[in-house]
């Protein structure tokens, strides 16, 4: 019964979007505003990767409201699982050697590869979130490897705000410097290189921390409690 | 090319199917997983290299990753 | 065929993953379940929005070498969007995990048709 | 010179700085949410009489609209804010008694986070940043629906995860949709050039933004999770759900079909819609015995009225609307703040439990009283200008139409009076046990009680105080044109 009229229902909103469908034709250029980020983006950010120019500047606002959502998930979680404020004395079962060795060896290299993709991300593909997901995603490897080490609750809650303050230092900073919040204060540099872009990779760095702290933390989290 | 992509297409969504048809969560998880992993192909075909890296890191790994914790904390099959 | 699927293929995958993720979350009673379903409902947004802004033969919107020509760069508005669109989505499923977890302990089942029926 | 953009960032750099504040003084955290309202009160204060002569457009990033994403800062954008700041200002000031049990250093950071969510939705300019801002407000919500840990309240906050992630895909589906015609994202600039594009690729995009606001907004058939999420909360966070994130709801809802879409021709489905919601919503809430609930379902019935009056259309009408909207979030408010201490003191939700509790408390149950004749519509409280604004407007139209819908909505509040004075007789006529002992709520309760009895009792009396505030906002929703030109120049 209740399949039936979910099955209906779909049929229904796939017909409706199908519809509207052949007025965005695809594969054709369609787009105003991307085209002048194209032709414009690296003379007036400096970032010679578009996508990271228009994530951190010109739709910086969006950004900061994303590493937001990401900072209430975080807490929000924490609020949620330790409600019960209960602290149970857990079992640690020591993981195999080749694992605990393994994990080791790749951690350090897989932190320096999610720093160099938060560092290039004005250059390359790459950025903030990728490159906090991917230091993440080497705590995450911690977690299974070495069971007993726990990343410092302080040094991450740290990072998650000196992260997010500094996005939001640096916007004001714009605003009084350049007029107006997030306005790109400091010197665009040339190109292609590693010191240019203006606040960009400032920006990006900050993203960095603060979600590769985050994501950590929820992981962390979510193997802590229960 | 347009071949490659049509299988890429059909095999996503037989993963997304099979996700909605495992009793096991696990399996279904790791279909999920299939599915976010397929699409970052598919953004990388769609010349979005960005989204295909935070998809893959993001979608992929830390998402699996979380689920499965979430399933070991409660039930491993559908009842 | 061959000119549906040129123009549809990417389409055709992302609103499958929409109604199939849609399905899931509308019929399945198991909360784990539900939730596996928001996130292939999620990652079929996000294709669809990359492939509303895909140019045929584009290249990334990445000037690696200077002489790069910008006319066929794809557009890159709707992959910043769809950037911000997955953290949001993985943030909203991990609060969704971990209200499970608790719902798990509270009543022992994640089925919800059952905790439905336990409430009152 | 104050710009508008502060409104959102100090509150939101203040939130991030909690776990730092927290390092050095573990109590901190309490009074970071009253310290950031009251700046943002302030600040709303003083931009209120510039936007009434001309709005500001704050352009982030130093780039032209469309550009850049822009705040705009009309009269409805100042008017909302400063509704917000105060409200959640009153809110914080219970909360720092009220809140005592589990993780409070989160909780306070998830209020401040959700009511700069709110404060972004009603500002911005630009319909992603509008989603993201809404993602702000909805996931804290469901994070504190959730906070006091009880089997109903995660129940609660699981089923609006879902029904909310689901209506915000929709959402982004929508915004996909309009990129994918109009190649640009600012609001000003859609509705500039959707007068072109043919109306049928239009439905589908505006079915999709309505439906996807709309389970936020609490319209009828989306409103399942609104009952149980808004009993199971702590009572503050109650009184922020109805009297703040369904109003925002309800602001992008009616921005999008006033400004975007302009869309005159679905106002009167629209209304058919408000009156199903407010006839469901007041039946439900008379056969309610939870006093919270029953509270939650007076909410989605008052959402009905605001919904129908601002799709009357006309400026009497969306002016009554915002009036309604301005009084229901007083009066539904001081009503949540109230109930939490009754319910506190009787240790029990049911109304029954409620009896003789105005001997017990007296100066809480006059002020739950006062919120309940204010939502009635009783003079002198603020909910009968509003309401009688409403009626002349619908009136005012001449269609038969909604001279019968306005017949509706009055048989909805014979059925509201039927309920609130069900519980005030409970309150004050039944019990006749002489073991009262008198003992109030505490100070920091008592204050935002009495600033809100004393808002109702003076826009009740002057309503001409609020009166050209909501007309020009009124005109705002109504004129896109001039909403557009202020944008793009």
Same mark, same amino acid.
């Given at each position: ?131 906090? %997901? ?58 292609? %290189? ?33 | ?79 | ?120 | ?101 589990? %993780? ?386």
């Amino acid at each position: 019964m209740r399949r039936t009229v979910a099955i209906l229902l779909l049929i229904i909103a796939g017909l409706g979007i199908s519809l509207s469908l052949t007025s965005i034709p695809f594969g054709v250029p369609k787009t105003k505003v991307g085209r002048h980020y194209i032709n414009e983006g690296v003379k007036e950010t400096g970032a010679t990767n578009i996508v990271t120019s228009v994530v951190v500047n010109y739709r910086g606002f969006d950004t900061l409201g994303e590493v937001t959502v990401l900072f209430i998930a975080a807490i929000g979680l924490g609020a949620v699982l330790t409600a019960s404020g209960k602290e149970k004395e857990r079992k640690i079962e020591p993981a195999s050697l080749i694992l605990g060795t393994g994990c080791r060896f790749l951690f350090p290299l897989i932190l320096v590869f999610g720093t160099y993709v938060f560092i290039h991300g004005h250059l390359t593909p790459g950025g903030g979130f990728q490159g906090g %997901a991917i230091i993440a995603s080497g705590f995450l490897l911690i977690y299974l490897g070495c069971r007993e080490r726990r990343i410092s609750r302080v040094a991450s809650n740290l990072a998650e705000s000196l992260g997010g303050l500094t996005f939001v230092v640096i916007g004001l900073l714009g605003l009084v410097f350049g007029g107006h919040f997030l306005s790109n204060f400091l010197p665009r540099g040339t190109a292609n %290189a590693l010191f240019s872009a203006g606040i960009i990779p400032i920006i990006y760095i900050a993203v960095g921390f603060k979600v590769g702290s985050e994501l950590a933390g929820i992981i962390d989290n979510l193997i802590e409690e229960s | 090319m347009i071949f490659i992509v049509s299988f890429l297409v059909v095999l996503m969504l037989v993963g997304a199917v099979a996700a909605s048809i495992f009793r096991d969560l696990i399996s279904a998880v790791i279909s999920a997983t299939l599915v976010s992993l397929v699409a970052a192909i598919l953004f990388y075909l769609l010349a979005a290299p960005d989204v295909a890296m935070a998809e893959a890191a993001i979608g992929a790994a830390l998402t699996a990753a979380i689920f499965i914790i979430a399933i070991r904390r409660t039930k491993r099959y559908e009842e | 065929m061959m000119s549906f699927l040129n123009s549809y293929i990417y389409y055709t995958g992302a609103f499958g993953l929409i109604l199939i993720g849609l399905y899931i979350i509308l019929v399945k009673h198991n909360l784990i379940k539900v939730i596996v379903g928001l996130g292939i409902l999620d990652t079929g947004v996000n294709l669809f929005l990359v492939s509303v802004g895909y140019i045929t033969k584009g290249t990334a919107p990445i000037f690696s070498r200077s002489e790069i020509n910008s006319e066929h760069m794809v557009d890159p508005v709707p992959q910043a969007l769809v950037l911000t669109a997955i953290v949001i989505g993985v943030a909203v499923l991990a609060l969704a995990l971990s209200l499970s977890i608790r719902l798990y302990k509270h009543y022992g089942t994640l089925n919800l048709r059952k905790i439905r029926e336990q409430r009152w | 010179m104050v710009n508008p953009v502060l409104l959102i960032i100090v509150p939101l750099g203040l939130a991030f700085a909690i776990p730092l504040f927290a390092l050095f003084w573990k109590g901190a955290a309490k009074y970071i949410p009253p310290a950031a309202l009251g700046f943002n009160l302030i600040v709303s204060l003083i931009l209120l009489p510039r936007v009434l002569a001309e709005p500001i457009i704050v352009s982030l990033g130093g780039w032209q609209p469309p550009f850049c994403i822009n705040l705009v800062a009309g009269p409805v954008g100042i008017l909302f804010s400063a509704i917000i700041a105060l409200v959640g200002l009153l809110v914080s000031i219970y909360a720092l008694d009220y809140i005592r049990e589990g %993780a409070v250093e989160r909780y306070h950071t998830l209020y401040l986070l959700l009511l700069t969510g709110a404060t972004g939705v009603v500002l911005t300019g630009d319909i992603f940043n509008l989603f993201v801002f809404f993602e702000i407000l909805c996931i804290s919500s469901y994070a504190l629906v959730a906070y006091l840990g009880e089997r109903s309240g995660i129940e609660s906050a699981v089923k609006y995860l879902i029904q909310g992630s689901v209506g915000s895909s929709f959402l982004l589906i929508g915004i996909g949709l309009l990129y994918g015609q109009f190649g640009t994202l600012n609001i000003a600039d859609i509705a500039e050039k959707i007068t072109s594009a043919s109306p049928i690729s239009l439905f589908v995009p505006m079915v999709l933004f309505i439906t996807g606001l709309g389970v936020e907004a609490a319209i009828f058939p989306l409103n399942a999770w609104l009952p149980d999420a808004h009993s199971s909360a702590p009572s503050s966070i109650s009184a922020i759900l109805s009297g703040i994130a369904i109003e925002v709801g309800l602001y992008a809802v009616t921005r999008v079909i006033f400004t975007i879409f302009g869309a005159s021709g679905i106002l009167s489905f629209l209304a058919v819609l408000g009156i199903l919601t407010l006839l469901v919503g007041e039946i439900c809430a008379f056969s309610q015995n939870n006093i919270k609930r029953m509270l939650a379902y007076s909410s989605i019935g008052q959402i009905g009225l605001i919904l129908f009056a601002l799709a009357i259309g006309t400026s009497y009408g969306v002016a009554g609307g915002l009036f309604q909207l301005l009084s229901h979030t007083l009066s539904k408010a001081l009503l949540f703040l109230a109930a939490g201490y009754m319910i506190y003191r009787a240790g029990s939700m049911e109304i029954s439990a409620m009896e003789g509790m105005g001997k017990k408390m007296p100066i809480t149950c006059l002020a739950f009283t006062i919120g309940a004749f204010s939502l009635v519509g009783l003079p002198p409280f603020t909910g009968f200008p509003s309401k009688f604004l409403i009626v002349r407007a619908a009136l005012a139209t001449q269609e038969a139409f909604f001279c019968v819908l306005i017949g509706l909505v009055l048989l909805g509040t014979v059925i509201e009076v039927a309920y609130f004075f069900r519980v005030i007789q409970v309150l004050y006529f039944k019990g006749e046990k002489m073991n009262s002992v008198k003992k109030e709520a505490p100070i920091a309760a008592l204050i935002p009680i009495f600033f809100f009895v004393a808002l109702i009792i003076t826009v009740g009396i002057y309503p001409r105080l609020v009166t050209d505030v909501l007309n020009s906002a009124a005109s705002e929703f109504l004129n896109r044109l001039d909403y557009i030109r202020s944008v793009l120049g």
